[in-house]
Structures are given as C-alpha cells and as structure tokens.
C-alpha cells in the first residue's frame, strides 16, 4: 500500500480517530461502525453527519473490507515511520530531567499508542502526526497554540520537586507534589487533585447554570424590548387618529394644536424607539460577553486535564458586570395625558373633548394599578390602622407608649406611609375620602423629616394635594395653588410616573384630572402618603380608604 495515502482519507470525523470496523453510508462518506450507530441513536435520526443527506430508514451497516485493510496498512506506515525516525539532539541549557520528545505518546490512539510530534496547550493534549491533523487544518483549532510534547509533560511536574503535581492545596488554592505536602504544605488541608476536579466541575455546572439563565433572561428582555417598539408605533398611529377626529369637531380652533400634538408625539415615539435602541445595543454586548463565557466554561467543564481545570476556572467564575434587567423596559404607552394637555388650552368650545379624553386617560392608567397597604412602623401614634392595613383615621387617644419609637415614625404629623416603595415605573392607586372636610394624599420621598413640625411641599419631599375646612382643593406645591373643581372628589387616584418626574391627581369617579407635578427630579424611593387631619368639631371623622381599582388588569404588589 502506498505511503501516499493522506490522513484524513483513513480519519472519522466524529470520534477524529483513524477507522475502526469502516462502513460506507448511502451517500460514499465513511465512519467507524459504532460511531455512526452511536451517532444515528443519539439523533433519533439517519442522516450523514457531512453532507446531512437524510435516509428513511436506517442503512443496512457492513464493514467495508478493503477499507479496513487500507487503514490497517496504513497504521502500520506510520508505525514504520515513527521508528525509523532519528532521535533528536539534546537540547542546550535543557532542564536536570528533560524528557524526550519521543517518550510522550499520542492521547487519542486508542490501541497501538503512536509518538506525539505536538502537544496542545489548550486542549491539554498530546498527538501523532495522523490525530494532529484537525489541529492544522480545522479554521477554530489552527488558533490553538502547539509546543514541544516533552516541555509540555513538564508543565504537569512540581517546579520544586520534579515531582507529578498529583494533590491540591485547598487553602492556597494550588497544585501540590507528594513532597510539597510534606514541607511546604505539611498542615494545609491537601485532598487529591480529581477529588478537587470534581468538586469544581460541580461549582462548574452552577455558574454554567446561572450565566444560561441570565443568557435567557436578556433574550427574553430583547424580545420585549423589540415587542415594545412596534407596539409604541401601534399606540402612536391611535392617538394620531384620535387627535385628527377631535381636530375636525373643533374645526379651525383645534388646527394648530392638533399639528403640535402630532409632533410632540412622534418626538416622544423617536425617544422610546432610540432608548429602546441602546437598551438592545448593551443587552447585545452582554449576551456576547455571557455566551462567550458560557463557551469557555462549556470547552473547560470537558477538560479531561484537572491542572488545566482549576487553574482557569478562578477567573471564567468570578461575576460578570452586567446590568440587572428586572427593572428595565420601554413602555410603548408613553402617550397618557399628551391629547389632555394639547386640548385643555381651547376655549369652551374643547371643555366636552378635554372631559372625553381625560377618561380615556384614567382608563389607560388603571393597568398600571398597584396594591397599596399602610406601613403601621411609619404611623404617629394618634392614628389607628385597619388590620388589612387599608383604612386610617384618627383615634381620640394617643397610643405613644403603646408603640416603639423609630425614626420612619412621625411624631408630631397625624401621618402615615404606604409600605410599598416606588424607584421606576408608573403607579397608580386610588383612595376614597367621602364627605370629609380635611386630608393630605400624595407621595413622599424616603428621605422626608418626619419628627417635629412638617411643611408639605415638593422642596420638603412631598408632592401632594389637600382640602382644608370644607373648602376647596389645593396642590401643596408652596405657595399652594388652589384647585377650582367643578366637583370635590370623593375618591382620588394618584398617578406615579417615576421616569417621567411627574405625579398627577385625578376625579376617579368622574375621571377627571385635578391637578400634576411636572417636571420633578426623583433620585429616591417613593412612598405612598396618607394625612386624615384632625377632627373638625365632631366632623372630618371618617378614615381615609385605600380602594381597589376597578380593573380587569392583574394589581402589581411591590411590597419591599
């Protein structure tokens, strides 16, 4: 048989080792019997792992004779060559017990071993000139950094002891010799380098665990995202349409504002469509930077070298710096309150629209309705709470002694917070006040004084409204504005949109808009604030409600 014959005509491409027992398929291509079997059976499929021809039942197997007599030929060539090979020259200033090239066989041979010519370094392999072909020709492994197969045995020796680094050192996290633990490491805790390995592979596989979960929950994220902008795009063209509608029953009079309406929202369209984008463009990043390291734990976790294995794992286990996307998302309604605030500038003529769209407003805003209980640690001890934590009034004795003192406590201010904490998003719940004279509702900053005397007002952390003797309402916005209402609510929603920096107040019986903070920096969680006031000669008795809104949406409990 002639020498002339090339590797890769005698190598199986699934197990990369030269053809045991060969057979031929249907479509000419060749592999060992039980690698094809074996590959077949773990497919569930018959097609060929070359060319994925696909066979409706599964071949007929028969060892190809005279291909097995070539690849036994053939073996033999290069057993024949390997021995008459020269032994090379020892090497100048080599190491006090170097090792001969010739003496480290080849890792995949599985029977006659053959001389390794290279050893890899990152598959921590050695191999003969057949099994190295992958190496010089496969675009991946060609990037893999060959050396001399005796320096490479020597990587595995005690620099020290000259010795097989054959146990691990648990509290100096390092390979150790027979000899090491006997000197050096004679009272540190030692255990058996495989052991170690394992241990690893299995903290190997947690981390493997984790980085696919997070893999998973940014490409959810990216989908979302994604999802958000066609459906900004969706809500956009519905509220163009809705503000051309109301344009022509206005006639002339709404001409103008309809123009700037449509421009404020294709703005605000552009803004949502360019977050979106960076959001996409970081989530990017960082699906890259985890699925390469996913592959890196994936290549390490197969390792059969422990060496190799604890040495890289340290710095593929530390924690990537990534952002946490649970709070993350693009809203595609950014549209609330646009068509209100264009409109509510008309004369008479756009009262009736501006009522229309305000309760089309409020009907979008309940999706965003949250489940709001009364915090009793933040309650000053004249207030009494409801069990369920959902009502508050004044109680006719003070309970100082009866409650622990704290700082989230006030003292002197009849008040009290909502348990639940606001840092991004919208918000919106609703609390009835029925006939009373005087109350405070709004939202305050975690930060707020909350001993001594208080002023409500946004530069104190409180962005609030309030009713005082029966009057009219009022927005503590000091100085405070009064609030000429066709009607006094009997029942108030509030509306949070931290991102936005605003906090509107609104009828929510009569869905109409009484009053909004515009243009707030909030840097802080935000808490719910409730204030009954004191009793106004035997009035101003009932308790302040927290309400269920009526919603056929799923209520968002933020409890933290």
Known sequence: MSYALSEEQVLCVICMDSFNDPVSIPCGHNFCLECIKGFWDASHKSECPLCKESFQTRPDLRVNIVLKDITEQFKRSMRRKQASRPEPAPRKNSSRRSLKADSVTCDICSEDKLTAVKSC?????????????????????????????ATFSTSHLCRNHNKPLEMFCKK????????????????????????????????????????????????????????????????????????????????????????LLIEELEEKHEAAKRRAEDLLEELDQELGELQRRRSELQYLENTKDPLHLLQSFPCLSSPLSTTNWSEVSVDPDIYIRRVRTTFSKLVDLCQELEKNLCAEEVTKMVKFAVDVTLDPATAASWLLLSPDGKKVSLSSQQRKHALPNNSRRFDSCVAVLGKQSFTSGRRYWVVKVGDKTDWDLGVAKESINRKGSITVRPDSGYWAICRRKGESLRACAGPSVVLNLHEIPTKVGIFLD?????????????????????????????????????????????????????????????VN
């Open 172 to 259: 100096e996290q390092t390979p150790v010799c027979a000899s090491c633990t006997e000197r050096d490491h004679k009272h540190h805790e030692v255990v058996p380098m495989e052991k170690e390995s394992r241990r690893v592979k299995a903290q190997l596989k947690v981390v493997q665990a984790e980085i696919q979960e997070m893999i998973q929950t940014r490409l959810k994220k990216t989908e979302e995202i994604k999802n958000s902008v066609e459906l900004s795009r969706i809500e956009k063209e519905k509220e163009i349409q809705t503000s051309v509608h109301v344009a022509n029953l206005a006639i002339n009079a709404i001409e103008r504002n309809q123009a």
């Open 498 to 558: 931290y991102e936005e920096g605003s906090v509107s107040f609104y009828n929510a019986d009569a869905k109409t808009h009484i009053y909004t903070y515009k243009g707030c920096c909030f840097s802080e969680p935000l808490y719910p604030y409730f204030n009954p006031c004191l009793h106004d000669n035997g009035r101003n008795t009932a308790p302040l409600i927290i309400c269920p809104v009526e919603t056929g949406f799923t209520v968002e409990s933020t």
């Open 121 to 149: 370094l990152v598959c921590q392999a050695s191999y003969c000139e057949m099994h190295l072909v992958p190496h010089l020709r496969d675009p991946v492994m060609t990037k893999h950094r060959l050396t001399d197969p």
